[in-house]
């Protein structure tokens, strides 16, 4: 017991913050404050947009960008992450709070949060690394599709309509714009959009997003626009950390949604340190410390009043093009929306909410790399099926569903496409050597001597085709296996093996096995089908030792009445 607490006091200790980590800081400080600065502008109306989206309010947004994004940057595993709350996490903390309010959001991130440093303690951070590409941009143009639809309410200036599910929650809120239309709310939320994609393209390095939020604002309060509904009321600061919502009643039934969340927290914020990895030169994160940070992020930032958070891919890209190159810049963009959030809160409560539907749907169709897209959809069907099917299963069903599928449908593409690469070739082994043997000896070893060479994976994807294809075999009374090119061997590889034998024995046919590698041979030996073989002493260690064995079993029936002078022959063309 005491050596288990002292291996996990080790492994905790790993994943603590090392001074290490933290000297970088002193480097450059100043082009990291202003990195810090930049990314707090781009964050501000994402944070308040997406604390909307969620159903808790603009202040929910704003402090899980504070306490998550500071201790993200404190604890994480990368130097220049930033996070936040995200639309990915908004789509899932949706039917949350629709069915169980701010407690679930509370119960739900400390749940994920513990999940989160689980993840870390058992070194999980490095098979995320195995998810599948389609898997991941089909997950990707599927929450861009659900953040835009999120934000048809919002855009058409009326109230968002009862339901969990996006789609009909659209058509509700369409359906009430016909009724009584808000010109205004769609001209700021076009204006805003249009301002962001288009000065993006113009000026990259400027954040048109806060540009356009402030000048909605502006037109909105000079031109007295009564139809453009303001944020509302702020609080002036950070609520006391409390566990005053937490609901245990329904543990069991957030488990699932824990996990969910859990598992989004993961992917999102390590897919995005990994391009944050590829942007930079000489960084590189440690994906379980990452997930750590994610995990106490995600334990504060609900007690905050806030949601369960993730890394930013977008807000992580503004903050490396920037120039930033340690914690520092994250920390500042952390405490810059503190400050808002301390001195500008009735300045920000008169953003209209139509304005913050523009910048989300600008940021959602900015999350869809066409190009991408095209690539993958040109790479193979399979690749194109996966994207598509995960895409649609997160706009119709939910995140999680979603990933099970893709990662589902790809494996079984991907076994498909490993077992089709297993053949069984029958082998000529009658070379044309003229005065080595006579027609009458070539004729008669060909109609009782047939070889096949097994090359590839014998295994449960593609053993029967290999059964099928055995069983097939002519009139002969030997069958010879050259197994030494077989990859790899599972329990229902040696089984469909073990039933070849027997049926061909069952018919009078002798199998003789050759090159059998001492990586198969426990498959083999925990199905008897190895015992079944040596039993009979029919397992060679090399091809020219099953032909003889062949012909003595030949000899013994009395169908070789000639021996010896073709086998030196036929033994060479298995060499």
């Not at 989004?264 to 340190?273: N, T, V």
């Not at 334990?299 to 490396?320: D, H, K, Y």
């Not at 020219?544 to 033994?571: N, Q």
């Amino acid at each position: 017991m005491s050596a288990l607490l002292a291996r996990s006091w080790e492994r905790v200790r790993f994943l603590l913050p090392a001074r290490a980590d933290y000297s970088v800081m002193a480097r450059n400080p100043r082009r990291d404050l202003l990195a810090g600065l930049t990314v707090a502008i781009v964050a501000l109306p994402l944070a308040l947009g997406f604390g909307v989206s969620s159903g808790l309010g603009a202040e929910a947004g704003l402090a899980t960008a504070v306490v998550a994004g500071a201790l993200a940057a404190l604890f994480g595993g990368s130097n220049l992450q930033v996070s936040g709350p995200t639309g990915a996490m908004t789509v899932v903390l949706v039917p949350i709070v629709a069915q169980y309010g701010p407690g679930g959001v509370l119960t739900v991130g400390l749940m994920a949060g513990v999940l989160l440093i689980v993840l870390a303690l058992l070194k999980a951070g490095q098979y995320m690394r195995y998810i599948p590409a389609p898997v991941v941009e089909g997950f990707t143009l599927g929450i861009a599709c659900v953040i835009g639809l999120q934000q048809i309410p919002g855009a058409l200036g009326v109230p968002k309509p009862e339901g969990d599910k996006v789609l009909v929650v659209t058509w509700r809120a369409i359906e009430e714009f016909t009724k009584a239309p808000n010109w205004t709310a769609v001209a700021l939320a076009a204006g805003v959009a249009a301002m962001m994609l288009l000065g993006a393209r113009w000026r990259p390095v400027v954040p048109f997003s806060i540009v356009a939020v402030i000048a909605a604002t502006v037109a909105a309060q000079l031109f007295h626009l009564d139809k453009a509904v303001p944020i509302g009321d702020l609080p002036s600061g950070l609520p006391a950390p409390s566990l005053g919502f937490l609901d245990l009643s329904a543990l069991g039934s957030l488990l699932a949604p824990a996990v969910a969340v859990a598992a989004l927290a993961a992917l999102e914020s390590l897919l995005s340190a990994t391009v944050a990895d590829g942007m930079t030169v000489g960084q590189k994160h440690d994906p379980d410390k990452e997930l750590f940070g994610q995990g106490i992020a995600n334990l504060a930032a609900p007690l905050f009043g806030g949601v369960p958070a993730t890394a930013a891919i977008a807000r992580t890209a503004v903050n490396v093009r920037s120039g930033a190159g340690s914690r520092l810049a994250a920390l500042t963009h952390a405490a810059v929306l503190a400050v808002i959030v301390f001195a500008a809160a009735p300045l920000v409560s008169r953003i209209p909410l139509a304005a913050l539907a523009g910048v989300l749907i600008a940021t959602a169709i900015r999350m869809v790399e066409v190009g991408a897209l095209r690539a993958m959809a040109r790479a193979t069907r399979s690749d194109a099926v996966v994207l598509v099917l995960t895409a649609a299963a997160t706009l119709a069903l939910d995140l999680v569903y979603a990933v099970i599928i893709g990662l589902v449908v790809a494996g079984a593409l991907a076994l498909r496409a490993v077992a089709r690469q297993a053949r069984i070739d029958e082998v000529d082994f009658r070379p044309d050597l003229p005065g080595e043997h006579s027609e009458e000896e070539h004729a008669l070893l060909a109609e009782h001597i047939v070889a096949y060479r097994i090359d590839g994976p014998l295994f449960f994807a593609g053993a029967h085709r290999f059964l099928l294809e055995l069983s097939e075999v002519g009139d002969v009374r030997v069958v010879i296996l050259r197994m030494s090119r077989v990859s790899t061997m599972d329990a229902t590889g040696a089984l469909v093996l073990k039933d070849a034998v027997e049926k061909l024995n069952r018919r009078g046919i002798a199998v003789m096995t050759s090159g059998i590698r001492p990586g198969q041979r426990q498959a083999l030996d925990s199905v008897g089908a190895l015992g079944l073989l040596q039993r009979q002493g029919r397992e060679y260690a090399s091809t020219p030792e099953a032909i003889a064995g062949a012909r003595a079993h030949l000899e013994k029936a009395g169908l070789l009445p000639v021996p010896g002078r073709i086998a030196p022959v036929i033994e060479k063309a298995f060499r």
